[in-house]
């Protein structure tokens, strides 16, 4: 079974400052995407990753995935309270032809402070 | 493009006794996800359809849940007997699934209280 697994689990910044969540899995994917949940909310999809090397910002945040590592990057630039909330990663793999079977790992609690 | 609809979107029940939940998911997705959520934790995957048929399964407690995909469209989950730690956010999600698209689309989710 796949593993997913990000970093920090939790973490307090303060505005204006820069910081990186970290999604690590154990399996090779090509397919990686991060989600954001608002409390009592449901997933809402920031970043859909679809190859090595693929980036993409919206924002202050920029997503980065590189699949020799097994590895995404969330960096948050200068955050702003707004950008309080959890985070998800989630790596989709292919378990044969016809299916693919999602892995989400345990989100990133991000409080931004004034 | 209507997202996908959940109902209800509250929940709450005694131990023992039965509920259900039901999803639309958006139209001509051809796979549709049912996720447990427990408060603090990422969504842990129930059971998946593509189309009307089920394609994992292996995480849905058999005892007590049950699913269907009719016609390969809305979806209903149910659990009988509902047990404390039944007690999550059940979501909804469904994708279209092509070779370039297997982004999942989450509906609002049914917060389930089991007392």
């Known amino acids: 079974e796949l593993k997913v697994e990000q970093n920090p689990l939790f973490l307090s910044m303060q505005e204006g400052k820069n910081y990186t969540i970290y999604c690590n899995y154990s399996?090779?994917?090509?397919?990686l995407y991060w989600y954001r949940q608002d409390p009592g909310k449901s997933l809402e999809s920031l970043f859909v990753?679809?190859?090595?090397?693929a980036v993409k910002q919206e924002g202050r945040l920029m997503a980065s995935l590189d699949t020799k590592a097994r590895l995404s990057t969330l960096h948050i630039t200068a955050a702003v309270h707004d950008l309080s909330a959890t985070y998800f990663c989630a790596v989709d793999w292919a378990v044969n032809d016809n299916f693919n079977k999602f892995y989400f790992g345990s989100g990133t609690k991000l409080n931004v402070k004034p | 493009e209507a997202g996908v609809a959940q109902s209800p979107r509250y929940k709450i029940i005694e131990k023992r006794q039965s509920v259900a939940f039901w999803c639309n998911p958006i139209s001509g997705h051809a796979t549709l996800y049912w996720y447990q959520q427990i408060l603090g934790q990422g969504p842990k995957l129930l059971i998946q359809?593509?189309?009307?048929?089920?394609?994992?399964d292996s995480q849905l407690p058999k005892d007590r849940f049950s699913a269907e995909r009719l016609k390969g469209v809305d979806s209903t989950l149910k659990i009988q007997p509902a047990k404390l730690e039944d007690s999550a956010v059940y979501l909804c999600?469904?994708?279209?699934?092509?070779?370039?698209?297997?982004?999942?689309?989450f509906g609002p989710g049914t917060r389930l209280t089991v007392t």
């Open positions: 399996t090779t994917s090509d397919r």
């Open positions: 999600a469904s994708s279209l699934d092509s070779d370039r698209e297997y982004e999942q689309y």
């Open positions: 990753l679809l190859s090595n090397g």
């Open positions: 359809f593509q189309n009307n048929g089920v394609v994992d």
